[in-house]
């Protein structure tokens, strides 16, 4: 199929987007890498009054570091991000998570802001986001602001944003001795979109600190397994057998009150409640078993 008859616009600035914004309201859709916009314009399933197309923007494609932490600009390709040494060394969740982003083709393309502004359940950047802390900064005629990321994935393609804001970058704030990250999804075929995932993060000093665990793929936006966390924190780690911990096993238990993950044609609700355990063991192997 072919999309239906849409104006096309190309701006230059920040406030050339908002006045567009302005003018054509929920009838404008923003378009940055375009590898979910496009299908849906072509399937018909987006049938805009306008395209917004920002890759003109300045300053919205830099990876920095700042004192507030490292900072991703929304127009970051998938790919930059996935080879950048800053990321690597700073993000190392992100570096981790990246390759799991569609394809290759994709990953050229699809840009870090446009994979949090669409909020589909099952990707995972958002996750990403809400395990490291992470803070989305927004832009709109006379103001920014910024929104943490734990508040900002509202539900299905839901997220903060107001009417007449955009994604300009990410912060993802700096992490000090001991603080650990692991990831892991399971999908049909590589490239496919999870039926479940999990990014983690952990500080460990010999025991187990300020754990995270949000499970992508399993809800309607990220869900950071709070019961699952609590069986977990101050159990041992680095050279004991986590997989025999009794924690472990009660931590697995708990994913059942933690999630209710949908069923769908993918995968059933029990099928994906498996899944999540599944994770729980190879991440927390990985995140709690490895010395530093």
Known sequence: MKPAPFDYHRPASLPEVFDLLDRYGEDGRILAGGQSLVPALNMRLATPRAVIDINRVPGLDAIRLA???????????????????????????????????????????GTIGGSLALADPAAELPACMVALDAVIRAARRGGRREIPAAQFFRGVYTTALA???????????????????????????????????LAATARVDGAVRDLRLVFFGVGPAPV??????????????AGAALAADDALAAAARALDDDLDPPGDVHASAAVRRQLARVLLGRVARRLLDTPP
């Open 224 to 237: 950071r397994a709070r019961r699952a966390e609590a069986a977990l924190l101050g159990g041992r780690a």
């Open 163 to 197: 009417a007449g804001e955009v994604v300009t970058e990410v912060v993802l704030p700096p992490r000090g001795p001991g603080w650990r990250s692991a990831f892991d999804e399971l999908a049909r075929r590589q490239g496919d979109f999870a039926l479940a995932g």
């Open 67 to 109: 004192p507030e932490g490292l900072v991703i600009g929304a127009l970051v390709r998938h790919e930059v991000a996935e080879t950048s040494p800053l990321v690597r060394e700073h993000a190392p969740l992100v570096a981790a998570a990246l390759p799991h982003v569609g394809h290759g083709a994709i990953r050229t393309r």
